[in-house]
């Protein structure tokens, strides 16, 4: 099928067309494959999963998402017109591997198409939104699809390869509906800290990133570290109690935080987030949450307030690794609340 230049657009800052005649969007997705698609097709769609039978073709009808507006949303296999375009980009060996594993692409149609920034900010709003509401899911949660943005000259490009570490689905979430936009900037620093978790040093400033966002919306006359904390005081209203429970929910964060053990947050960074001498026996405190990841973002980042910079090294990983299960525990709380269309989470 040959595509004639007038009758798609490409999206600027993305691997995206916006096709005319067929008023959709199309948008190339990155670390999604055959495998985790077919995770895909058994969690949002009637599809069954037959572990007896591993030739199984893999439903080619996209998978559908309901929502609130006025859209149609899918996920599936790229089209022919996509891929046709997509091939002029690639170097043939590249695409040839990537067509082996799946090209899978986010669709949105029947958009109201009015010019190239209106149609980019609804790819933006969302397209991010919907794979941040993936991502909520327990099945997903390790894993984020994400819009795959433009690389300049990509044919001298290398594309990163998929996470082959894919999360089982072995819960039902239920039936799904995207009814809130999120903000699409916060929203793709967290899908993007959620791919590179090798990369823990950059994974915690992508968290921090989401929360860093939003810090414009408080008076000018307080500091960073200030507004961290009424930040998080807007976006927990039940104070340290839901933290808590996050906390408690996992025992090597309750290890982590509450029990001086060898290895604990003050080997790390010596700023608890519990009251008192004793953690074990403290409680859980908000201001001294935003002092101790306002203090862990400036040890990583640069030498502030005399504290000393963090060094890359696998000890500091180790540990740093409970702090980045918090923060995107609060991360994902910040983005939700922040939504436009806010409702509290089941």
């Not at 769609?45 to 073709?57: A, G, I, V």
């Not at 973002?297 to 910079?309: C, E, F, Q, S």
């Not at 690794?321 to 991360?331: G, K, T, V, Y």
């Amino acid at each position: 099928m040959k595509n004639n230049s007038t009758d798609y657009k490409i999206i600027e800052g993305y691997e995206a067309i916006f096709f005319k005649k067929l008023d959709k969007i199309e948008c190339l997705l990155q670390n999604l494959d055959k495998d985790y698609y077919e995770n895909l097709c058994e969690l949002f769609t009637d599809y069954k999963l037959n572990s007896n039978n591993l030739y199984k073709p893999i439903p080619r009808k996209k998978v559908p998402f309901k929502n609130n507006f006025k859209v149609k949303l899918s996920i599936g296999f790229a089209s022919c017109s996509f891929m046709n375009i997509l091939k002029s980009k690639l170097k043939k060996s590249i695409f040839s591997r990537k067509e082996k594993h799946g090209i899978f692409t986010l669709n949105i149609s029947q958009v109201k198409y009015c010019n190239d920034f209106n149609i980019k900010k609804l790819l933006d709003e969302i397209g991010n939104s919907l794979l941040f509401e993936i991502s909520k899911r327990s099945a997903l949660s390790r894993l984020s699809i994400r819009l795959h943005h433009d690389v300049p000259d990509t044919k001298n490009k290398n594309w990163i390869d998929h996470i082959n570490d894919l999360p089982n689905v072995s819960d039902k979430t239920g039936k799904f509906s995207l009814e809130k936009i999120y903000k699409p900037e916060p929203t793709s620093y967290f899908l993007t800290a959620n791919t590179i978790q090798e990369s823990m040093f950059y994974q915690f400033i992508l968290y921090y990133h989401c929360l860093e966002y939003f810090f414009d919306n408080y008076d000018r006359n307080m500091c960073e570290e200030q507004k961290l904390e009424a930040l998080l005081n807007d976006c927990f209203k039940a104070g340290e109690i839901e933290i808590k429970q996050y906390i408690n929910k996992n025992k090597y964060l309750e290890n982590y935080y509450y029990k001086r053990i060898e290895k604990n947050y003050s080997e790390l960074i010596d700023a608890p987030i519990t009251t008192g001498k004793d953690p074990s026996k403290g409680k859980i405190n908000i201001k001294k949450i935003a002092k101790r990841i306002y203090k862990l973002r400036n040890a990583i980042v640069h030498k502030k307030l005399g504290r000393t910079k963090l060094y890359p090294n696998l000890k500091s990983f180790q540990l740093l690794r409970n702090d980045i299960e918090l923060l995107r525990f609060i991360a994902k709380k910040v983005i939700i609340k922040k939504s436009n269309k806010n409702k509290e989470e089941s």
